[in-house]
């Protein structure tokens, strides 16, 4: 049986003929899927027309486009950010595989332990060096700078002390205000 026709003529409301309104009466006292499709459509068409039309707030309509506009640009944003990390994703491996694939992988390895060994030597180097300056001082100019320093330390710990402390009153206060 042929349901097509049948489901046409019910959905798109077309006049029909009286030979076609008799036909489409004669299927739907035969089939039960397009009888109800039938009472379904006119149930539906009755809580269409019965709906009352409601009226949007002030400004719904500038705000949803805003809304859209604010949306696109985060989703272009997060697909650019998104090539970029790929690209540097591409690169950084691509380096990788180069640098293992040609061997300079260990060599760059060694020369990176090499320059590393050469700076704590001469750290330490340097290190011996102003202790044997500072050996031939006189014994108070050491202790002079060793209070100084420490001074300038205490000074600098004290000031940082005061800014976070002095940040979160700061704090306080603007939330007390905007309680208010």
């Not at 506009?69 to 790929?86: A, M």
Request: hydrophobic share 45%; charged share 15%.
């Amino acid at each position: 049986m042929k349901h097509k026709q049948y489901e046409s003529w019910i959905l798109d409301e077309a006049p029909l003929s009286e030979q076609q309104q008799l036909e489409l009466n004669e299927h739907l006292e035969i089939c039960t899927n397009c009888r109800v499709l039938n009472s379904s459509w006119t149930a539906s068409k009755k809580l269409i027309l019965q709906s009352t039309y409601q009226i949007t707030a002030p400004g719904f309509a500038s705000r949803w486009q805003k809304t859209v506009i604010k949306n696109e640009r985060l989703e272009k944003i997060r697909r650019y950010r998104l090539n970029l990390f790929g690209l540097i994703l591409l690169a950084f491996f691509s380096s990788v595989i180069y640098l293992l694939v040609s061997g300079s992988f260990m060599q760059m390895f060694a020369n990176g332990f090499t320059t590393i060994s050469k700076m704590a030597i001469n750290f330490t180097i340097g290190l011996s060096s102003l202790g044997y300056w500072l050996s031939r001082l006189p014994i108070a100019v050491p202790i002079t700078a060793g209070f100084i320093f420490f001074g300038l330390i205490n000074a600098f710990v004290m000031v940082g002390i005061f800014f976070l402390w002095n940040l979160k009153q700061r704090k306080l206060q603007t939330n007390e205000i905007h309680l208010d």
